[in-house]
């Protein structure tokens, strides 16, 4: 079981940064691939980066690479999410997510989540 808490989201303008981070209770958060998704109002939610369990290898969605980037410590339980050049169309709550896998980009390859963080950015 592991249960996971972000933090770090808010409201900023368009061009500026900002890094969330998300906190992973329990031991085993290195057996563990991790994953960010992200939910807009009205629209599904949609996968955004992940790193496998030592944090060698990282995917990203097309909208995002060169702009985010994926980390995580863990010796800290935590992974991060560094997000530059925000645009309006980042808006959405941001999820973090874990699972058994190498690495992947569907949700359902995740089996816990945690309970989300909204980054708004305004134009």
């Known amino acids: 079981?592991?249960?996971l808490v972000e933090s770090g989201g808010g409201l900023v303008q368009?061009?500026?940064s900002l890094r969330l981070?998300?906190?992973a209770s329990g031991r085993t958060f290195s057996s563990y691939a991790m994953g960010w998704f992200r939910q807009a109002p009205g629209k599904e939610r949609?996968?955004?980066?992940?790193?496998n369990k030592s944090g060698s290898s990282t995917v990203y969605t097309d909208s995002v690479k060169g702009r985010f980037t994926i980390s995580r410590?863990?010796?800290k339980n935590t992974m991060y999410l560094q997000m530059n050049s925000l645009k309006p169309e980042d808006t959405a709550v941001y999820y973090c997510a874990a699972g058994r896998i190498f690495i992947a980009r569907t949700r359902g390859a995740y089996d816990y989540w945690g309970q989300g963080t909204q980054v708004t950015v305004s134009s």
């Open 1 to 3: 079981q592991v249960q």
């Open 14 to 16: 368009a061009g500026y």
């Open 21 to 23: 981070s998300c906190a």
């Open 46 to 51: 949609e996968f955004v980066a992940a790193i």
């Open 73 to 75: 410590d863990n010796a």
